[in-house]
């Protein structure tokens, strides 16, 4: 384990239904994000929070809402998804300064039915 | 804002061989470069990383170099093993900013 875990692991949902995914980091760290990676498809950041203040939000559609309650915790908030929303959902956290390695939890696998 | 590309998308080599990786960046500020492998099923490990000071890293068979004036950075695997065999990502960051541009990853192919 790389200390960043995420639940659930396998996620199924039809596109009215709402749904939270949810990451957490026992690394001591104070900046995380989500990233979503799609088949044959760069790792697309989403959003990024450091000292849990949004720091970036890469133009994701408003169906995606991130909460950080502290800088332990990550939620991705879903709601009336598409099917092409359909992707494995990866957390990461770092350091907000100084070199910033990320460390990856193991991923969220939707589908979007 | 930052653009990583990333050659080849498919790369597969025999065993022993070496495998070159290369990518191109377009944002002169970006000054860290960090290299993640990607096995099947897994999450995306850090294997190597670099830092606009410095040209080249090694670490056993992994090596990066890094061409800053023409923007581009190559990992090298020396004496492929079939467990080299996975998906490796190249990416491009700020120091001290918290925004990671990924290239679109090279599935990499050892065969025995």
């Known amino acids: 384990e790389t200390g960043v875990t995420q639940t659930p692991r396998h996620l199924v949902m039809g596109m009215t239904n709402k749904k939270s995914l949810k990451c957490e980091q026992h690394l001591g760290h104070n900046a995380m994000y989500w990233y979503k990676q799609s088949a044959k498809k760069p790792l697309e950041l989403m959003f990024v929070?450091?000292?849990?203040?949004?720091?970036e939000n890469n133009s994701v559609p408003s169906r995606f809402s991130p909460e950080c309650p502290n800088s332990s915790h990550l939620f991705l908030h879903l709601h009336t998804l598409q099917p092409e929303d359909s992707a494995l959902y990866l957390c990461?956290?770092?350091?907000?300064?100084?070199?910033?390695?990320?460390?990856f939890g193991p991923g969220t696998r939707l589908t979007v039915l | 804002g930052e653009n990583v590309e990333q050659h080849p998308s498919t790369l597969s080599v025999q065993e022993g061989d070496s495998a070159v990786i290369k990518c191109t960046y377009s944002d002169s500020a970006s000054n860290y470069f960090p290299w993640y492998k990607q096995e099947l099923g897994k999450r995306p490990q850090l294997i190597i990383d670099i830092r606009s000071n410095v040209g080249e890293k090694k670490d056993q068979r992994i090596a990066v170099t890094l061409n800053k004036t023409a923007k581009h950075f190559s990992l090298h695997i020396t004496e492929t093993q079939p467990e080299d065999s996975a998906v490796y990502f190249c990416?491009?960051?700020?120091?001290?900013?918290?925004?990671?541009?990924f290239g679109s990853g090279t599935k990499l192919n050892v065969k025995p």
């Open positions: 929070y450091s000292l849990e203040e949004r720091v």
């Open positions: 990416a491009a960051s700020i120091y001290n900013f918290n925004k990671f541009y």
């Open positions: 990461a956290s770092s350091q907000a300064q100084g070199l910033n390695e990320q460390f």
